[in-house]
T-cell receptor, first 114, second 114 residues
């Protein structure tokens, strides 16, 4: 069975500060890992996806995530937060890379302070 | 190209009633997924339909059911509503490609059970 744990249900950063959203995974096979973002009153959008091609994955809107097998982590970062980044972020894992087998974390609500 | 559309946007029911939620996938997508997003619980996988058949279901009681129509649209039915069924219900669709599969989400139906 696979699972992801997102540490911190709420994270607040100042505009221009570093964004760090934490995700740890549990998997018996090499995992495929995803980050999704949900803006208010909208569905989820794919930010980035790790498929073992490279440990550092760059996504949309300046976000990136680094796969660290030794730490079983896939944390999401952005060097400088923007007000428009305020949203809920979900980490997800799949054993095959297929969307049909996604297991989501409980989400982290990011607040960006002016 | 139209995205995944869900209706209604909001639905208010009382305990014991039935709720019907609808989803239209992106044109050309044959798979439809339903998720429940309850407050503080993240996304929980409910059901997966592909080519008109139920392919998988999550850990939910049988009063959660659905179907997929020949045009690949889908309905989620929740019978004998309970207060804890109050949540945002998200529908997602994907194509049948097995590689690089990506989920596209709708904006959801907010179900409130009073």
């Amino acid at each position: 069975a696979q699972s992801v744990t997102q540490l911190g249900s709420h994270v607040s950063v100042s505009e221009g500060a570093l964004v760090l959203l934490r995700c740890n995974y549990s998997s018996s096979v090499p995992p495929y890992l995803f980050w999704y973002v949900q803006y208010p009153n909208q569905g989820l959008q794919l930010l980035l996806k790790y498929t073992s091609a490279a440990t550092l994955v760059k996504g949309i809107n300046g976000f990136e995530a680094e796969f660290k097998k030794s730490e079983t982590s896939f944390h999401l970062t952005k060097p400088s937060a923007h007000m428009s980044d305020a949203a809920e972020y979900f980490c997800a894992v799949s054993p095959s890379g297929s969307a049909r087998q996604l297991t989501f974390g409980s989400g982290t609500q990011l607040t960006v302070l002016p | 190209e139209a995205g995944v559309t869900q209706s209604p946007t909001h639905l208010i029911k009382t305990r014991g009633q039935q709720a019907t939620l609808r989803c239209s996938p992106i044109s050309g997508h044959t798979s439809v997924y339903w998720y429940q997003q309850a407050l503080g619980l993240g996304l929980q996988f409910l059901l997966w339909y592909d080519e008109g058949e139920e392919r998988n279901r999550g850990n939910f009681p049988p009063r959660f059911s659905g179907r997929q129509f020949p045009n690949y649209s889908s309905e989620l039915n929740v019978n004998a509503l309970e207060l804890e069924d109050s949540a945002l219900y998200l529908c997602a669709s994907s194509s049948r490609q097995l590689t690089n599969e990506k989920l596209f989400f709708g904006s959801g139906t907010q179900l409130s059970v009073l």
